[in-house]
């Protein structure tokens, strides 16, 4: 499990956000080996993780099951996610949503978070 903080611009409560992906990863399926996340802007943030899938998700997808998959685990973690509300906290802003895709055969995934500046 690595954060490595020195991809993208430091942002306030970059390691946080980074230690609160890899709870929930580690709470869906596994930690992640690396994180990384980019504040493109005052709007929109970016985290990638990479290691994300076990064992029994890479025999599900050898099957061709992976849409079922996907489904499946955009529903259990866009639910965790939602559940860590410090996210607003910690980066001061409100959530306006949360989206969550994979790319199987690479073993990662992106989250973005779309993001509602506090005034």
């Known amino acids: 499990m690595q ?7 430091p942002y306030e409560g970059k390691e946080q956000i980074h ?4 709870k929930m990863s580690s709470l869906a399926e ?3 080996t690396q994180v990384t996340s980019y504040k493109l802007s005052p709007r929109t943030l970016i985290v990638v993780r990479e290691g994300v899938l076990v064992a029994i998700e890479k025999q599900l997808i050898s099957f061709g099951i992976d849409e079922t998959l996907r489904v499946s685990k ?16 910690i980066l001061n802003v409100d959530i306006l949503d949360i989206f969550v895709d994979w790319d199987f055969e690479l073993d990662n995934s992106v989250i973005t978070f779309i993001l509602k500046p506090k005034e």
């Open 19 to 22: 230690g609160r992906v890899i």
């Open 3 to 9: 954060s490595d903080l020195s991809d993208g611009e």
């Open 74 to 89: 955009l529903q259990l973690e866009k639910g965790l996610l939602q559940q860590f509300d410090d996210y607003v906290s």
């Open 30 to 32: 596994k930690a992640s």
